[in-house]
């Protein structure tokens, strides 16, 4: 019923604690594809093309830098048939479309929540039904290394379709979508830690583009 979708790339170090993670989890896990980028970097829009060949109608892609615990994936499920929607285990919530930077609140395992919220778009990892790739893919310019988070919620939402993160209370590790973010996800090899300056002016320029193409964020009718 739900296919993995792991990354190899720069982080090859930790492919074999990924899996264990994922052959851990308290719900079945039959089909675990792998999109190895290590020796051609294809970016971060691939995995998402490597998810298209799933045989399972739920699919749940992950960070290269992302060990979720053991009730991660039962959590985004149990929490799907109460409320359809995209699940990941780090939300955004922005204050307003003006900015993108110093503009917003973190939701998840990097600021822990007891309750499922829904946010305006989600990283680290994604849980969704395999369908709806098809509404992911409904863009025109398709980058190389950053925007396939923000685009995903943007086509979903124009499908009626929102974007959450389950409970995640910091006392319950084993419901975490990232049991070492930060020790794993601030290495040498993230974008906004090797070429930061180049990440924030992508990743500025794509928030804008998204706001003007139509995305509309949780606070953007009361704070605009």
């Not at 994936?73 to 359809?84: A, G, R, T, V, Y």
Request: aromatic share 16%; with cysteine.
């Amino acid at each position: 019923m739900i296919s993995v979708v792991l990354t190899k790339y720069k982080r090859t170090h930790l492919f074999e604690e990924q899996v264990r993670s994922i052959e851990n989890q308290s719900v079945h896990i039959d089909e675990i594809l792998v999109c190895d980028n290590t020796s051609n970097n294809k970016g971060v829009w691939e995995r998402f093309n490597v998810a298209k060949k799933a045989k399972n109608e739920f699919v749940c892609i992950i960070d290269d830098d992302t060990i979720p615990g053991s009730l991660w994936i039962e959590n985004c499920f149990s929490e799907f048939w109460k409320q359809p929607g995209l699940y990941g285990t780090c939300g955004y919530i922005f204050n307003s479309s003006k900015q993108y930077e110093n503009n917003y609140q973190r939701i998840g395992w990097c600021e822990p929540n007891k309750k499922v919220t829904q946010v305006d778009y989600v990283v680290h990892n994604w849980f969704f039904k395999k369908e709806w790739l098809d509404f992911f893919w409904r863009v025109d310019e398709i980058p190389h290394n950053y925007g396939e988070d923000m685009n995903f919620s943007f086509q979903l939402q124009k499908e009626g379709i929102n974007t959450y993160v389950p409970p995640q209370p910091s006392s319950i590790p084993s419901l975490w979508g990232s049991l070492k973010g930060n020790e794993y996800g601030d290495d040498e090899n993230s974008l906004w830690v090797s070429n930061p300056n180049n990440f924030k002016t992508n990743m500025f320029k794509f928030f804008d583009k998204q706001i003007n193409d139509g995305w509309k964020l949780l606070n953007t009718e009361t704070l605009i």
